[in-house]
């Protein structure tokens, strides 16, 4: 299995000869979506969900109810190649296995409506890589790989560093890191391996287009 960074939340996985890339946002490498055999949204937020980055690809989209209803409304060019998932429901994309997991987005205030979101657990092989999107559902099984959100206006890094503690994945790989300024970042770096650490966790923030 490889697993590329790309910017943000935007993450590629490839095994078997399937690529799959998940939540290609604004801020995401237009190479990322290069050959991928289908692209997962985990919810509508434009740092997880942008139109130009479906287009540059053929590749079916697998996205909840509440990304299909926008793409139904300002880009409807896309909608023939969408597949609406639920919560817990599974399916394979070539040699990948996926589940959808949970149904929220975390609380940004208690003042605002909740958005809808859903992780997505990827069994490739002998390993399982969980994207949970912008939520700290966990996923109800054991995970090798957790794509863990440091910085978020949703989220405390004590409650990330929580969250991925409780997952307990042997390897955690920062996601959403791009809320915070390079200080802010080490300070989350730093707190973040210092806890996972002390749990026999490895942490790691991997550069843009870098692999693990």
């Known amino acids: 299995m490889r697993l590329t960074k790309f910017a943000h939340s935007a993450v590629r996985l490839e095994h078997a000869g399937t690529a799959l890339l998940l939540d290609p946002g604004i801020w995401c490498q237009r190479e990322a979506v290069d050959g991928v055999d289908a692209v997962l949204i985990t919810h509508e937020h434009p740092d997880h969900y942008a139109p130009d980055h479906l287009r540059a690809t053929d590749a079916p989209i697998f996205t909840i109810d509440a990304v299909a209803a926008q793409i139904r409304e300002h880009a409807p060019d ?7 998932v ?10 990948v296995a996926v589940r959808a997991v949970g149904e929220l987005h975390a609380v940004i205030h208690p003042e605002l409506p909740r958005f ?21 559902t966990p996923p109800g099984v054991a995970v090798d790989v957790l794509l863990a959100p440091v910085c978020a206006p949703w989220m405390r890094v004590s409650e990330g560093v929580d969250f991925a503690r409780a997952v307990g994945a042997p390897r955690n790989v920062a996601i ?18 210092r806890f996972l650490g002390a749990a026999g966790q490895e942490y790691t923030r991997l550069a843009d287009g870098t692999d693990l």
């Open 78 to 84: 896309l909608l023939e190649r969408v597949t609406v």
């Open 86 to 95: 639920a919560p817990d429901e599974t399916w394979t994309i070539g040699g």
């Open 116 to 136: 809808h979101n859903s992780g997505y657990l990827l069994t490739a092989g002998e390993t399982t890589v969980f994207h949970p999107g912008d939520a700290l």
């Open 176 to 193: 959403h890191d791009r809320v915070f300024s390079p200080e802010g970042l080490g300070v989350a770096d730093a707190q973040f391996g």
